[in-house]
Structure formats: C-alpha cells, structure tokens
C-alpha cells in the first residue's frame, strides 16, 4: 500500500493506458517503444534530493517533482517509468523490500548488498532493486504495463546492474 501511494502520487501524469506503438503489425523506429529504448545513450543527473548521480537511458525523460515528493526522482516515457526513493537506515521499522513483500511481491535474487523483486500493482507491473549501504537504503523501481514486458528487457537489466554512487 504505501509503495502504490507514494509511486502512483508522482505518476499522475502517466494515467493514461494506451496500447504503445510497439505493437502493431509493422514497426518503424519512428514508432516502437522497444526500438526507442534499444537506441540510447546514458544521460548523467545528478540529485541534490539523492545525493547521488543517476546516469539513466536518454530515451527517460527526467519529471519534475514538487517539494512535498521528499528524497525521490523520477524519469518517464509513454507507460513506462522508473523512480529512486532514498530512506535513511535507522529511520525505518521495515526496509522497502519488507513493505513489497508484504504487498505481494517476489523476491528473485539476493546479495549481501542488494535484492531484487518483481510484483504488480493495481495495472502496473513492477521490477525493484533495493540497495543497502551503511546508511540508507536506495530502491529503484521500473514500473510497467504488462504489454510493454518485452520492451523493457534491457531496462530491466539497467536497474538491476545500478549502483548509486
């Protein structure tokens, strides 16, 4: 529940369910969300929110988020959209990767310094990673259209291989 609040609160903007491009019956690359995102280049951020960079996919188009959205980023394009959330270590009873689980999701791998989940919530599938260092714990969060599973492969890959620096 509170990963739908706090991740649906910032994706107001990306309500709208449309069918992408990618997946009519001939494709262009004027017109296909997996051959956008095959394309790319890393663009650097860097956070003040954070306090990290964030070299993410050029085809992501950084939101602008309100004060109130606290120590979180987000970057969108069409249905697709990742967030960073930062939580400091000791000011949490149960780490993101608890709250998830408790809300259903799986966990699919496990390190000593980050885990993996995959979930769905309401219509959105999501891909998480949450990071722990000595201090605070960074979650990254792909979320998606079940459609679109295909065309975020190597998205996928992306958020799996981050590492806030």
């Known amino acids: 529940m509170i990963l739908a609040v706090v991740v649906m609160g910032v994706l107001g903007a990306c309500n709208s369910r449309q069918q992408a491009n990618g997946y009519v019956s001939e494709l262009t690359s004027a017109d296909s969300l997996s051959i956008r995102m095959g394309n790319y280049t890393l663009l650097k951020y860097y956070s003040e929110r954070l306090g990290f960079n964030?070299?993410?996919?050029?085809?992501?188009?950084?939101?602008?988020?309100?004060?109130t959205a606290g120590r979180q980023e987000l970057f969108m394009m069409d249905d697709v959209s990742v967030s960073f959330m930062t939580e400091r270590v000791d000011s949490m009873m149960r780490s993101p990767g608890q709250r998830m689980m408790g809300m259903g999701a799986d966990l699919v791998e496990v390190t000593d310094r980050y885990s993996i989940l995959r979930g769905v919530d309401e219509d959105w599938e999501y891909?998480?990673?949450?990071?722990?260092?000595?201090?605070?714990?960074?979650?990254?969060?792909?979320?998606?259209y079940p459609e679109h599973e295909d065309a975020v492969i190597e998205l996928k890959d992306w958020v799996k291989n981050f590492e806030a620096q």
């Open 54 to 67: 964030i070299n993410y996919p050029s085809y992501l188009v950084h939101q602008e988020l309100p004060e």
């Open 127 to 144: 891909y998480a990673k949450v990071i722990e260092d000595s201090t605070r714990l960074v979650t990254i969060i792909l979320r998606y």
